[in-house]
């Protein structure tokens, strides 16, 4: 089993920034990508950004210039910097983990609990 703590949510003013950070822990794993991603109100959950393995990195194009996203394979962590945060930017954030687990390998993808964001004057 693979299990996600996520920490660093919070309420800022326009233009501020915050930093969102999720740790997967566990064994019998292997991750490949993690992402983050968020949902509003009534909207559909929305990919924010996703980083593989490898390091190659997107976002949507709503963060691109303001978020960074990045990770530690070795600590399966994974960090999301935001900054100049918009009122439109207010949402649950979700980190999210895909990789292979057990004994055949099976490909799996796991949820954090989900972090609350609020931009407001």
């Known amino acids: 089993q693979v299990q996600l703590v996520e920490s660093g949510g919070g309420s800022v003013q326009p233009g501020g920034s915050l930093r969102l950070s999720c740790a997967a822990s566990?064994?019998?794993?292997?991750?490949?990508?993690m992402g983050w991603y968020r949902q509003a109100p009534g909207n559909q959950r929305e990919l924010v950004a996703r980083?593989?393995?490898?390091?190659?990195?997107g976002y949507a194009d709503s963060v691109k210039g303001r978020f960074t996203i990045s990770r530690d394979n070795a600590k399966n962590t994974v960090n999301l910097q935001m900054n100049s945060l918009k009122p439109e930017d207010t949402a649950v954030y979700y980190c999210?983990?895909?990789?292979?687990?057990?004994?055949?390998?099976?490909?799996?993808?796991?949820w954090g609990q989900g972090t609350q964001v609020t931009v407001s004057s």
């Open positions: 566990g064994s019998g794993f292997s991750i490949n990508a």
């Open positions: 980083i593989t393995s490898g390091g190659s990195a």
């Open positions: 999210k983990v895909e990789g292979f687990k057990g004994t055949f390998w099976a490909p799996f993808s796991s």
